[in-house]
């Protein structure tokens, strides 16, 4: 590989980095042609960082903390569970990074809103990646319950796009 070449490719791997960085993406993979048998895949990505917050409860816990969380609900746990959109049954995730679209076109009708019956097959939005629209089918005939992504936000693979129930 040539000098210039090598140049080249940290500039194009230097500006997939900020890229990722601007639309606060964590993953993009792109594979670059260069020839018949002479191309460069690219993968970038960056890690989330995880904090935990005390992992074991300290041996003195004052009297006064036990009665605070005896009165939570106990069904507060499952009930965060059922509000991540990603869990849910009739969530409708990204097949891949790109930037979603409501509506074929600018000023277009959108292809779908809430409340909005559906069937299985039908386009309910595009997802814009590498210059190439696709179109996302619904993975089920039902209503649209939520729509969890703005007109020409960017997504990551797995982000829920919708909820069809």
């Known amino acids: 590989m040539t000098k210039d070449l090598h140049e080249n490719d940290v500039a194009f791997i230097q500006a997939l980095a900020e890229l990722l960085n601007k639309n606060d993406l964590t993953e993009l993979t792109v594979k670059r042609e260069y020839g018949e048998n002479d191309s460069l895949n690219v993968r970038v990505s960056k890690q989330a960082h995880v904090?935990?917050?005390?992992?074991?409860?300290?041996?003195?816990?004052?009297?006064?903390?036990?009665?605070?969380?005896?009165?939570?609900?106990?069904?507060?746990?499952?009930?965060?569970?059922?509000?991540?959109?990603?869990?849910?049954?009739?969530?409708?995730?990204?097949?891949?990074?790109?930037?979603?679209?409501?509506?074929?076109e600018p000023g277009a009708e959108p292809f779908v809103a809430i409340g909005s019956q559906v069937r299985e097959g039908q386009t309910v939005l595009i997802i814009e990646a590498m210059k190439t629209m696709n179109h996302i089918p619904a993975p089920r005939a039902g209503t649209v319950k939520r729509i969890l992504v703005e007109?020409?936000?960017?997504v990551e693979y797995g982000a829920p796009l919708m909820i069809i129930e």
Do not use: I, R
Request: glycine share 6%; charged share 5%.
């Open 51 to 104: 904090v935990s917050v005390a992992a074991s409860m300290p041996a003195a816990v004052p009297v006064a903390a036990a009665p605070a969380a005896a009165a939570m609900p106990a069904s507060a746990a499952p009930a965060a569970a059922v509000e991540d959109p990603a869990q849910h049954p009739g969530a409708v995730t990204s097949p891949m990074v790109g930037t979603a679209y409501l509506a074929a």
């Open 151 to 154: 007109d020409g936000s960017p």
